[in-house]
Antibody, heavy 122, light 107 residues
Framework: EVQLLESGGGLVQPGGSLRLSCAASGFTFSSYAMSWVRQAPGKGLEWVSAISGSGGSTYYADSVKGRFTISRDNSKNTLYLQMNSLRAEDTAVYYC???????????????WGQGTLVTVSS | DIQMTQSPSSLSASVGDRVTITCRASQSISSYLNWYQQKPGKAPKLLIYAASSLQSGVPSRFSGSGSGTDFTLTISSLQPEDFATYYCQQSYSNGYTFGQGTKLDIK
């Protein structure tokens, strides 16, 4: 059974930093790209970042580029999101998601964690 | 960046109704379109991938169609557990943009 378990959320002051983790199990972690998606309170889903299975390719939304860094440790089956220079508008539930690939190469997010809440406030 | 626009933003319907939600991309995305269902306080759940492929375990009353810029999610006969918010998502570019969501509630 695929399981994704996020941790590391909490209250942080504007300008501060936080590192989120996502522990994965139930699949060959290094074979799959992974992604972070966030959802501000009462708002829709916003894609944040993605990383290839090897970790060699990373992608970011313009809203977090230069402030957030996605990484992974395939030996520990863990995905990370380092968040620096946090702003009030970064307040959201952050989900990690496993990226699946169709036989015709379309990508999709087939498994999601339960989410971790990040609150940026003074 | 590719923008995704869903319509309607909200929808009221009754159990047994046939419901259609539309998603439009700002440029052609071929069949790189996914649909998710989200219930309050829960993580999203994948329903449809690659525009029309039903995710394993998802009831067959859900179906997806379209290609290029215009896509639809259809629920053939609404069940009580289907009242939720639905999102489309493009995976054509590495931005993986979501639509703004369609909230489906009970009439």
């Amino acid at each position: 059974e695929v399981q994704l378990l996020e941790s590391g959320g909490g209250l942080v002051q504007p300008g501060g930093s936080l590192r989120l983790s996502c522990a994965a199990s139930g699949f060959t972690f290094s074979s799959y790209a992974m992604s972070w998606v966030r959802q501000a309170p009462g708002k829709g889903l916003e894609w944040v970042s993605a990383i290839s299975g090897s970790g060699g390719s990373t992608y970011y939304a313009d809203s977090v580029k230069g402030r957030f860094t996605i990484s992974r440790d395939n030996s520990k089956n863990t995905l990370y999101l380092q968040m620096n220079s946090l702003r009030a508008e970064d307040t959201a539930v952050y989900y990690c998601a496993k990226v699946g690939i169709a036989v015709t190469y379309e990508a999709f997010f087939d498994y999601w964690g339960q989410g971790t809440l990040v609150t940026v406030s003074s | 960046d590719i923008q995704m626009t869903q319509s309607p933003s909200s929808l009221s319907a009754s159990v047994g109704d046939r419901v259609t939600i539309t998603c439009r991309a700002s440029q052609s995305i071929s069949s790189y379109l996914n649909w998710y269902q989200q219930k309050p306080g829960k993580a999203p759940k994948l329903l449809i991938y690659a525009a029309s492929s039903l995710q394993s375990g998802v009831p067959s009353r859900f179906s997806g169609s379209g290609s290029g810029t215009d896509f639809t999610l259809t629920i053939s006969s609404l069940q009580p557990e289907d009242f939720a918010t639905y999102y489309c998502q493009q995976s054509y570019s590495n931005g993986y943009t979501f639509g703004q969501g369609t909230k489906l509630d009970i009439k």
